[in-house]
């Protein structure tokens, strides 16, 4: 499988920004799909937000998440970004980068589950103070 580390988490205020970086070893196909998941205590994993490897690079977001974050890729297409703006109490959790074949129906629509995704990264903690 693929080697993904993720990184930038940590403190930021109720209200500010952060952006959590994912840097993928290994070839990124036109039909993956990459995903930024979180994990908060006592909850199951929720996706946050996907963006498509192929062609037109749809990305999708969780409503909770709908206007406030942008997932990206850079122009090497080998790192991943989460940029998280106005940012909640609630938003504070574990996030995981994740990369799996997957195609714009399930990718670009958020249907999926993680078990859905092999590869994953060993998380990134963002704690929301007030």
């Known amino acids: 499988g693929r080697h993904l580390v993720e990184s930038g988490g940590g403190s930021v205020l109720h209200g500010g920004s952060r952006r959590l970086t994912c840097v993928v070893s290994g070839e990124i196909w036109s039909g993956d799909c990459l995903a930024w998941f979180r994990q908060a205590p006592g909850n199951e994993r929720e996706a946050v937000a996907t963006?498509?490897?192929?062609?037109?690079?749809?990305?999708w977001y969780a409503s909770s998440v709908q206007g406030r974050f942008t997932i990206s890729r850079d122009s090497v297409g080998n790192t991943l970004y989460l940029q998280m703006d106005s940012l909640k109490f609630e938003d504070s959790a574990i996030y995981y980068c994740a990369i799996e074949v997957m195609g714009p129906p399930y990718c670009s629509t958020g249907n999926f589950q993680p078990r859905d995704f092999e590869d994953w990264g060993q998380g990134t903690t963002v704690t929301v103070d007030s």
């Open positions: 963006i498509y490897a192929g062609r037109g690079g749809t990305t």
